[in-house]
T-cell receptor, first 116, second 116 residues
Framework: AQKITQTQPGMFVQEKEAVTLDCTYD???????LFWYKQPSSGEMIFLIY??????QNATEGRYSLNFQKARKSANLVISASQLGDSAMYFC?????????????FGTGTSLTVIP | NAGVTQTPKFRVLKTGQSMTLLCAQD?????MYWYRQDPGMGLRLIHY???????AKGEVPDGYNVSRLKKQNFLLGLESAAPSQTSVYFC???????????????FGPGTRLTVL
């Protein structure tokens, strides 16, 4: 069963607008972590933001925020005031304690294009 | 402080050839991982290690072997390369985990492997 689902293969957003990238997850564990990574065309994986399952507040990091809805098992990434440099692939990932190695389960990614 | 490094960056193999990818980290991390990234499939875990001398299978381990003889190094081997192993390979590392703690995975720059 897919642990992480990203249903938007591609998204477009106008520069300076906000955009939401969807992520839903599946786990029966009570303790887990949710991550978002950015992969620009250069290929490296850049960590953006983290949300713990017990965190009551939504995580924020600069222009990035994570809209965490635990009951719906969703962890959407919100990018405010989009910039041209935000054009990249975005991956949602989860780690839970159902494994011994802190394994990450990745979604298939969303390709974001920021339009000038 | 180089973080996570991978050698080589690019490689072309013929079917049946063997090779070893080297991953090194200088952050004293306990956990290390090998992923492969294929178009439309996100990152999939091949093998991982929870400490020196230990290895375990991930989601797609067939056709690969790994070794963790030193804490800072994690080697991925292909004994008899196949075209289906054409992919981008990422190494990552993280601190030993309890999910009460923030536990990001740090990624290397990737190795692009083509098997003809």
């Amino acid at each position: 069963a897919q642990k992480i689902t990203q249903t938007q293969p591609g998204m477009f957003v106008q520069e300076k607008e906000a955009v939401t990238l969807d992520c839903t997850y599946d786990t029966s564990d009570q303790s887990y972590g949710l991550f978002w990574y950015k992969q620009p065309s250069s290929g490296e994986m850049i960590f953006l933001i983290y949300q713990g399952s017990y965190d009551e507040q939504n995580a924020t990091e600069g222009r990035y925020s994570l809209n965490f809805q635990k009951a719906r098992k969703s962890a959407n990434l919100v990018i405010s005031a989009s910039q041209l440099g935000d054009s990249a692939m975005y991956f949602c990932a989860m780690s839970d304690t159902m494994n011994t190695g802190n394994q990450f389960y990745f979604g298939t990614g969303t390709s974001l294009t920021v339009i000038p | 402080n180089a973080g996570v490094t991978q050698t080589p960056k690019f490689r072309v193999l013929k079917t049946g050839q063997s090779m070893t990818l080297l991953c090194a980290q200088d952050m004293n991390h306990e956990y290390m991982y090998w992923y492969r990234q294929d178009p439309g499939m996100g990152l999939r875990l091949i093998h991982y290690s929870v400490g020196e001398g230990t290895t375990a299978k991930g989601e797609v381990p067939d056709g690969y072997n790994v070794s963790r003889l030193k804490k800072q190094n994690f080697l991925l081997g292909l004994e008899s390369a196949a075209p289906s192993q054409t992919s981008v390979y990422f190494c990552a590392s993280s601190y030993s985990m309890r999910l009460a703690l923030y536990n990001e995975q740090f990624f290397g720059p990737g190795t692009r492997l083509t098997v003809l």
